[in-house]
């Protein structure tokens, strides 16, 4: 029997405890400080097991995923560097690659640190709010290093697989970073700034569909997304001041009166819009 | 045996007939002048009866549903003013209020005008795409005329009521198009500026939840969305300014590289979409 001991039991590493039971022929380990946490994941039988002895769980695992926001993934890192076991695969699931990838230098040569971000959440927290299908359907990125083991890529393309995910996308952390500075980041910053409206209050009851999957998103974990903004600042403010001039673009085009013209520039982000639903769906296709 | 008449077999005309079939002592008749779509409503059973003869239709209809793009609706209510049943009830269900409502001042006084705007909609458009459920726990906006009948309201209020809608907004048209502005145009121009990025399709593979759900809108009817752009471009431009506005604002605290100020603007924003969130839902319990 092998381990894989799962470090923060909140929304994502609830939700990852959970979806790995049963996984080949390990055994699942919920690790967490706080009591009503572990009692929670013992009640609804999170995990196969709960504990909060960290040092513990360290060492017996075989696989360590690493649940935290960035700077406690780092310090997670620095403090039991010294601890897991020979040959451990060692991975996360935090939202930028590039300064967790650094931090893991400080490790053995024998722990394989490979990054992870599973790409689904929700906009509640906790592990109350964990699901075992929350995975079901998302990209799962990994950012291996050159010297990463090919045995362990392919432990955790089956535990992507297990998790329900879609596919695997392989890359490195700095394309991670600078990508999701758009596919994500920007997402969250547009639906915090929507809801920096002075009227929003006056518009409840004219709420509809697109107001609220833009805006899902701003009841955000705040000091999570602090620290994930502010580790990616560069390619963030890039992304948006790029959507900045698409918006002001689009200001422009309303305001010119020309229905020709307004038609036209709305076709063109239609028409890639569409292309981008193809080409997700056919990715969809050929990863069953 | 009174009858509606829903003329345009759309998205949401489709979804109308479907949902209205049994309401009361109505006879749902679908108009459509494509045969095709109309093919689609017989073999479906949507609606009681599928025509393409307008003129009678109109004739017959104690209730007209307008169900089509805004300058359609001015026009046909310039074609048929005449031929509207003495004591009918006219109404429509498109995106802006004030154009839709002065242009039914051509209208004589046996017929009561009040626009509708049910707040539901999908990405895909055409009869097959329609739901009979499409309208459920919407809000269903209503713009009378000083001079429309109590019972006409009422009326109003009992079909929303039949198409699953939370609740039943009464206002003016030039207060649902300034608000509506805001709720739902500029998300629309939000998507489809974000699908104008030129690095969007490098990005497959990395799109999580608030990517899919900021975008979902992007793939739009664009000669109706030109239309409905157009005739509110005043408001919608206003609410676009406020709009780059913050979120020029969140790339400086982004650039700033000050974490206390990044994280106390991300907390006014996310506690003020949670009270947000609390109120919407206060609403739905009170309209239970």
Redesign the interface.
């Known amino acids: 029997m092998k381990n894989i001991a799962v470090f923060g039991l909140g929304l994502i590493g609830g939700s990852i405890a959970s979806a790995l039971m049963g996984f080949e022929d390990y055994h699942i380990i919920g690790v967490n400080r706080a009591g009503e946490t572990l009692r929670y994941a013992r009640e609804n039988g999170i995990g196969d097991e709960a504990t909060d002895d960290e040092l513990t769980a360290v060492k017996s695992a075989d696989v360590v995923f690493l649940c935290y926001p960035p700077q406690k993934i780092i310090d997670f890192l620095e403090k039991y560097k010294n601890d897991f076991k020979p040959g451990a695969l060692v991975t996360d699931v935090c939202g930028i690659k590039t300064a967790v990838m650094e931090a893991s230098r400080c490790l053995p040569d024998t722990v394989d640190f490979i990054g992870s971000h599973p790409?689904?959440?929700r906009e509640v927290s906790g592990i109350k709010n964990s699901l075992p299908t929350l995975f079901k359907g998302?990209?799962y990125?990994i950012t291996p290093r050159a010297t990463s083991k090919p045995e362990n890529i392919e432990l955790l393309k089956r535990i992507a697989a297990q998790l329900g995910c879609m596919?695997v996308?392989n890359t490195t952390p700095e394309k991670?970073d600078s990508?999701?500075a758009?596919?994500?980041q920007?997402?969250?910053?547009?639906?915090?700034?929507?809801?920096?409206?002075?009227?929003?209050?006056?518009?409840?009851?004219?709420?509809?569909?697109?107001?609220r999957?833009?805006?899902?998103?701003?009841?955000?974990d705040?000091?999570l997304?602090?620290e994930l903004?502010?580790l990616n600042?560069k390619a963030?403010?890039e992304?948006?001041?790029?959507?900045?001039k698409?918006?002001?673009?689009?200001?422009l085009a309303?305001?010119s009166?020309d229905?020709d013209y307004?038609?036209a520039k709305?076709?063109?982000?239609?028409s890639?819009?569409?292309?981008?639903?193809f080409?997700?769906e056919r990715?969809d296709d050929m990863s069953r």
């Open positions: 790409m689904a959440g998302a990209h990125i596919d996308v991670h990508i999701i758009y596919t994500s920007a997402m969250h910053i547009m639906a915090v700034s929507v809801c920096d409206d002075p009227y929003m209050f006056d518009c409840l009851g004219y709420e509809g569909g697109s107001f999957d833009c805006t899902r998103v701003a009841a955000l705040v000091p997304w602090t903004f502010s600042s963030l403010s992304v948006l001041e790029r959507l900045e698409n918006l002001h673009s689009y200001r309303v305001e009166g229905k307004l038609a709305l076709n063109v982000s239609a890639r819009k569409k292309l981008m639903n080409e997700h990715g």
